[in-house]
């Protein structure tokens, strides 16, 4: 609890909702700015979608989505043409409104003329996606798994994900959609809000029964029947990690945004709850991401008609215990000092020599250190005979980062996932957040396009505190990376900006700021890359394009260099 009239800052804020708070300056807060908004399901269709375009086999995790009520005439069109051209093909849609949650407003359809386009439906802005028909059953029931991820930065990017998780499960024996059973929620939505409400609700004291438990207890269902839970496990890795790429762009410009930078402000972290579906050949699907999961590890229970208890949940209990905790060892302030006097010292310039001096071996550390300025500093320390029998009289190569971090005064080592730090983590079961970015970053950065797009958007942005880009930042955006030409005149690039911007803004994006979202930007960027680079695929021309304007303004920025000194 934060005390009312409390001076002092802290060093975690844990908000309940979202990133609210422009008062802070310091510490690290349990939210990002924008998140909620980024995971909304429009917003984070968009995201997927435009990641789709430049890599559509990578993302082929999400569902095909279209955007209402925008997109209708589309769906209506993509879904004539598919139907032609197999007429095999018996889809069915899932129609689930912006902002809803807990299964609240969804509906299932048939066809396209069946979504409800009157009323108050009609004015909440809804995504209609591709059902998917045949998922994995358990006990003949669908299920869904809530996977906890900790975003814990976001520049670089830290992505851990919690070892177990949730799965939870429908209440009535799952058929594939007929318009007989559509309607049958407890069939089909696999919300716990909603299924808690059957009758055949099971909540059970045990991890591997009942209608909620854990995501290790199916592993191993489904590992017993002989299926390869290594390969679904590192699907859902790709998985997470590549919708947090696509989320990262339009984070950053929030970020930027609440948090400039230069300016004193806390850092962020937050833990997300992916939804995904396995589907019946064990390929998972994204189904949502929500940036306020439920930490509850209680659930209410009927003790007489209308008098309502809470009891434990144990299967809620094992997993979120878990992910708080080592969050919260994870973002560890006083662990973030030590690493950060680490950082400040460079250890590729330490050595270490002995030097036998009166009477005793007295090692002596030389330590050759760079400090924040890039200065280079030496240091001579001698260390004391009592630290050197501690040492064990050793003082081979291996022990020199040890040495050094008691030296600095920096505790123990990070060991990374597997090995927490000793000390004061003593008697702390293993960490059960995993870390998978940036341990597998080299697998996934050449997805990192848009982020680089983002870059370029957030530069030109000029005032501080906007997310939306000026007619004259865009002209002074294409003026500096040289992409006007006798053929691509300013007259023209006038008429691209006000086209796209009117467009996206008459979407209902966002009306507080005028001006050029970065969705927006993203198009208009992915236009001059097709226009210049034509035979290329999408994704070469966008990175092609990046390199060019990365490169005109290195150039400028290091001839301004030159004029400044001068
Ligand atoms: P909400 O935020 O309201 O829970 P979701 O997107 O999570 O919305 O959808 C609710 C439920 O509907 C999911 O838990 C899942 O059981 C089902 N569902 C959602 N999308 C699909 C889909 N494309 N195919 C099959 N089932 C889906």
Known sequence: QFPFGRRLPCDIYWHGVSFHDNDIFSGQVNKFPGMTEMVRKITLSRAVRTMQDLFPLEYNFYPRSWILPEEFPLFVDEVRMMKDSDPSWKPTFIVKPDGGCQGDGIYLIK????????????????????????????????????LYVLLKSLEPLEIYIAKDGLSRFCTEPYQEPTLKNLHQVFMHLT?????????????????????????SSILCRLSSRGADVKKLWSDIISLVIKTIIALTPELKVYYQSDIPAGKPGPTCFQILGFDILLMKNLKPMLLEVNANPSMRIEHEQELSPG?????????????????IRDTLRLVDPQKKKRKDTQLSYDYSHLTFTTAKSAGFHSPVLQVGMKDKQHKHHSLKLSLKLKFYLKLGLCQTSEHVPEASEELLGAGPVDRGDSDPPRSSEAGLPSLCLKQVFPKYAKQFNYLRLVDRVAALFIRFLGVKGTTKLGPTGFRTFIRNCKLSNSNFSMAAVDILYIDITRRWNSMGVDHKESGMCLQAFIEAFFCLAQKKYKSLPLHEQVA????????RLAALDEKRLVCGRG
Request: with cysteine.
């Open 544 to 551: 092609s394009l990046i390199e060019f304007c990365e490169y």
């Open 307 to 323: 008098v309502f208890e809470n009891v434990p949940s144990p299967v809620d209990e094992e997993v979120k215990v878990a992910v």
């Open 191 to 215: 919300n716990y809000s909603l299924n808690i409400h059957s009758g055949n609700f099971i909540h059970s004291d045990n991890v591997n029964t009942g209608s909620k438990r854990t995501f």
């Open 111 to 146: 066809d396209p003329s069946d979504i409800r386009l009157t009323g108050s439906i009609q004015s909440r802005p809804a995504v209609v996606q591709e059902y998917i028909c045949k998922p994995l059953l358990v006990d003949k029931l669908k299920f869904d798994i809530r």
